[in-house]
C-alpha cells in the first residue's frame, strides 16, 4: 500500500506569490491534516479535513487555507507569500478521527519564500 | 495554554547505551498522547500512541511511559543503533476536536 504522497517536495517561491500544495494520503484514509515546521517554532498544526469538511484549524492567519476532495486528496493554499512562511509544510493522513488512530506523514513539500 | 515540554533538547549516546527522553504537558483535557520518530528531512514516524488509562506501551526497543496524573511521559530507548539517531517528539491531543500540540522535540545523535 502506497505511503502519504506530497508534490512539489521543493519549492521556491518570492514574496507577494501564492503556492499551492498537494497531499495524497493512503487509500481508504479519509482524514488529512496539514502541519507547518520550523526550526524555531517546531511542528505547528494548520488544519484538518475529513470527508470534504474542515473540521479543526489552527492559529494560522486566512492567508493560509485548504480543502479537500471527494477522493480524499488535500491541496493547501498559501496567499501573499512572506519570508516567515519558509518551512516544511507535513501533510498527515488517517484512518479515521478517531483520536487515537495512528497518523502516517508524508515526506513534505519544503518551500523557500525569497 | 496548552504545552508540551521535552527534555533535554539535545543528546549523545554511544551505541548500545539506553537513553530516557522526557516530555511534561499541561494540555486540558487529555486524550492520547504520541511520540514520533522523525528523521532528517522525513516526515515523522508514529512510535506510540497512548491513552488516559494507558501506562506503559512498547514498540520494539522503544518503550513509552504515561504518568497522567503528573502529566509527564518519557520515552526510553533501550540498546541504542546508529540509527536511532533522528528527532523524537512528543504530541498531546486533547478531548476536544482532536486538536495535537506538538513538543519541541529532542534530537538524538547516537555515536559509534
Known amino acids: 500500500k502506497a505511503g502519504v504522497t506530497q508534490t512539489p517536495r521543493y519549492l521556491i517561491k518570492t514574496r507577494g506569490q501564492q503556492v499551492t500544495l498537494s497531499c495524497s494520503p493512503i487509500s481508504g484514509h479519509r482524514s488529512v491534516s496539514w502541519y507547518q515546521q520550523t526550526p524555531g517554532q517546531g511542528l505547528q498544526f494548520l488544519f484538518e479535513?475529513?470527508?470534504?469538511?474542515?473540521?479543526n484549524k489552527g492559529n494560522f492567519p486566512g492567508r493560509f487555507s485548504g480543502r479537500q476532495f471527494s477522493n480524499s486528496r488535500s491541496e493547501m493554499n498559501v496567499s501573499t507569500l512572506e519570508l516567515g512562511d519558509s518551512a516544511l509544510y507535513l501533510c498527515a493522513s488517517s484512518l479515521d478521527r478517531g483520536s487515537t488512530d495512528t497518523q502516517y506523514f508524508g515526506p513534505g513539500t519544503r518551500l523557500t519564500v525569497l | 495554554k496548552n504545552q508540551v515540554e521535552q527534555s533535554p533538547q539535545s543528546l549523545i549516546i554511544l551505541e548500545g547505551k539506553n537513553c530516557t527522553l522526557q516530555c511534561n504537558y499541561t494540555v486540558s483535557p487529555f486524550s492520547n498522547l504520541r511520540w514520533y520518530k522523525q528523521d532528517t528531512g522525513r516526515g515523522p514516524v508514529s512510535l506510540t500512541i497512548?491513552?488516559?488509562?494507558?501506562n506503559t506501551k512498547s514498540n520494539g526497543r522503544y518503550t513509552a511511559t504515561l504518568d497522567a496524573d503528573t502529566k509527564q511521559s518519557s520515552l526510553h530507548i533501550t540498546a541504542s543503533q546508529l540509527s536511532d539517531s533522528a528527532s523524537y517528539i512528543c504530541v498531546v491531543s486533547g478531548a476536544a476536536g482532536n486538536k495535537l500540540t506538538f513538543g519541541g522535540g529532542t534530537r538524538v545523535l547516537v555515536k559509534p
Open positions: 497512548m491513552t488516559f488509562s494507558e
Open positions: 479535513y475529513f470527508s470534504e469538511t474542515q473540521r
